[in-house]
């Protein structure tokens, strides 16, 4: 089915290091979602985004969401060791009510502390 | 605050049993939504209520899943006859706005 692209799959990286990943799709989304999830957990809400260009922040994360409205892109300053995690793209696939979302595979994010 | 809970947060079960899911959402959001999650993938959609009302389902639902929301509260997702491939996370969220969906912490389903 639908499926958005994340990448990178994976990185390892310092604690203090800054972090990048981005998220793309063939098709145009109104609205990105951007979420952090823990082993054996559900999926917790980081940013929101539904203006094509706009940057949002959550502490030390800044999202964007790109101009052809096909990608978005997530940024973590200063990493910390909590900040591991899996971080998923979401973006609603529905025009109607029912806005059931469209992920992609995940960025698995690992902290040298 | 009262976020999204599910219950139970494990379940292991022998095949060809029966085990049914609650979720009890956000209090004040009329929107509910249950994922199926297996290792290494994104959530998948599996069923869509506004209010009382199921209003989508997944081709991934087979006849032997159902799920209701009496009274437009708590939702329930149960799965008759269990096989091993059901085995997964199974996942709620709840949204007041169109698109931002928070998740309880999911069902963990193992079948054996």
């Known amino acids: 089915g639908q499926q958005l692209n994340q990448s990178p799959q994976s990185m390892f990286i310092q604690e203090g290091e800054d972090v990048s990943m981005n998220c793309t799709s063939s098709?145009?989304?109104?609205?990105w979602l951007w979420y952090k999830q823990d082993p054996g957990e559900g999926p917790v809400l980081l940013i929101a985004?539904?203006?094509a260009g706009e940057l949002t922040s959550n502490g030390r994360l800044t999202a964007q969401f790109g101009i052809t409205r096909k990608d978005s892109f997530l940024n973590i300053s200063a990493s910390i060791p909590s900040d591991v995690g899996i971080y998923f793209c979401a973006g609603p696939w529905n025009a109607g009510n029912n806005r059931k979302l469209i992920w992609g595979l995940g960025t698995s994010l690992a902290v040298n502390p | 605050d009262t976020g999204v809970s599910q219950d139970p947060r494990h379940k292991i079960t022998k095949r060809g049993q029966n085990v049914t899911f609650r979720c009890d959402p956000i209090s004040e959001h009329n929107r509910l939504y249950w994922y199926r999650q297996t290792l290494g993938q994104g959530p998948e959609f599996l069923t869509y209520?506004?209010?009382?009302?199921?209003?989508?389902k997944s081709r991934l639902l087979s006849d032997r899943f159902s799920a209701e929301r009496p009274k437009g509260s708590f939702s329930t997702l149960e799965i008759q006859r269990t096989e091993q491939g059901d085995s997964a996370m199974y996942l709620c969220?709840?949204?007041?706005?169109?698109?931002?969906?928070?998740f309880g912490p999911g069902t963990r389903l193992t079948v054996l």
């Open positions: 969220a709840s949204s007041f706005t169109a698109d931002e969906q928070f």
């Open positions: 098709s145009i989304f109104n609205t």
């Open positions: 985004l539904y203006k």
């Open positions: 209520f506004q209010n009382e009302a199921q209003l989508e």
